[in-house]
């Protein structure tokens, strides 16, 4: 079973930087695509970013697009969300989630294929 450990989160001011990790506890990380998600107060959870296997698919949510890059470390086995020009609309519990896939396979932003969850970690970003 997936196991999926965010870290990095934190209250920011608008135009900070800020960068989410997730571990993932798999033994082949590089058959696991992998996807931020974040769910503002009284929102339900949307698609930020997602990374294939073996990093060469990548998407974003248009919100975020030439704002956030994410990225994967294989020995690691760990995804990273770096996030500049942060927003008060940013403001959200960002979820880290993925699924098993072969690694050159395009990533996909549909929420249900994701299928391993982390707990969240907090972003709050102040005007």
């Known amino acids: 079973q997936v196991q999926l450990v965010e870290s990095g989160g934190g209250s920011v001011q608008a135009g900070d930087s800020l960068t989410l990790s997730c571990s993932a506890s798999?033994?082949?990380?590089?058959?696991?695509?992998m996807g931020w998600f974040r769910q503002a107060a009284g929102k339900e959870r949307e698609f930020v970013a997602a990374?294939?296997?073996?990093?060469?698919?990548?998407s974003y949510a248009d919100s975020v697009k030439g704002r956030f890059t994410i990225s994967r470390d294989g020995p690691k086995s760990t995804v990273y969300l770096q996030m500049n020009t942060l927003k008060p609309e940013d403001t959200a519990i960002y979820y880290c989630?993925?699924?098993?896939?072969?690694?050159?396979?395009?990533?996909?932003?549909?929420?249900?294929?994701?299928?391993?969850w982390g707990q969240g970690t907090q972003v709050f970003v102040s005007s």
């Open positions: 990374i294939n296997g073996d990093g060469g698919s990548t």
């Open positions: 989630a993925s699924y098993f896939k072969q690694p050159t396979a395009v990533v996909t932003t549909n929420r249900k294929q994701y299928d391993a």
């Open positions: 798999v033994r082949t990380f590089s058959w696991y695509a």
